[in-house]
């Protein structure tokens, strides 16, 4: 099974040292938090779309800063 992109994690629950996840919607008093790896996996797939022509002549400023945040990512 899959895990989800977004959880969304009840702030109070936090603060009572339990968590409670839920995926379904946003409420008052939960915080949302995105899985690393689906962030990753987004951001080396905008980077292989950079590095492909037709290039502009911003493209390898776009690719230099998604490998900075592909690393960052790697490192946490």
Not at 4 to 20: E, G, H, R, W
Not at 48 to 53: D, K, V
Request: overall charge positive; charged content about 30%.
């Amino acid at each position: 099974m899959k895990a989800p992109d977004k959880v969304y994690i009840d702030d109070l629950a936090v603060v009572n040292d339990c968590v409670t996840k839920i995926s379904l919607k946003q409420l008052p008093n939960f915080s949302k938090y995105i899985r690393k790896d689906a962030l990753l996996e987004w951001a080396k797939e905008l980077k292989e779309r950079w590095e492909e022509p037709p290039m502009s002549r911003h493209s390898p400023g776009c690719v230099y800063m998604l490998e900075q945040l592909i690393n960052k990512l790697n490192s946490m």
